[in-house]
């Protein structure tokens, strides 16, 4: 069974870093892509990046790219979201999610579990 538990959240100034984690307490990590979404107050969700089973490629959304990345440790279960030079704008819950598909990996469509979410909140 897939548990997914997100840390790491918090609040930064802009420009600061922070580093998500998000663990997997099951067996069968490294079977699946993972992504990272994140929900603003009054906004959908969207998407913010994903990283294939084997960590072979990597994807991100416009607003993140060349700021943030997510990389992964099969053997610690683990996937990870390091965000450098945070912007007012990354203020939202972050939510890792877990996906058995190899395709459309930027669409919640394709996963299939969920994490909790962790806030994080980055000040002017």
């Known amino acids: 069974q897939v548990q997914l538990v997100e840390s790491g959240g918090g609040l930064v100034q802009a420009g600061g870093s922070l580093r998500l984690s998000c663990a997997d307490s099951?067996?069968?990590?490294?079977?699946?892509?993972m992504g990272w979404f994140r929900q603003a107050p009054g906004k959908e969700r969207e998407f913010v990046a994903a990283?294939?089973?084997?960590?072979?490629?990597?994807y991100y959304a416009d607003p993140v790219k060349g700021r943030f990345t997510i990389s992964r440790n099969n053997a610690k279960n683990t996937v990870y979201l390091q965000m450098n030079s945070l912007k007012p704008e990354d203020t939202a819950v972050y939510y890792c999610?877990?996906?058995?598909?190899?395709?459309?990996?930027?669409?919640?469509?394709?996963?299939?579990?969920w994490g909790q979410g962790t806030q994080v909140t980055v000040s002017s």
């Open positions: 099951g067996r069968t990590f490294r079977s699946y892509a």
């Open positions: 999610a877990a996906s058995y598909r190899a395709a459309q990996l930027l669409s919640q469509r394709a996963y299939d579990y």
């Open positions: 990283i294939t089973a084997r960590g072979g490629s990597t």
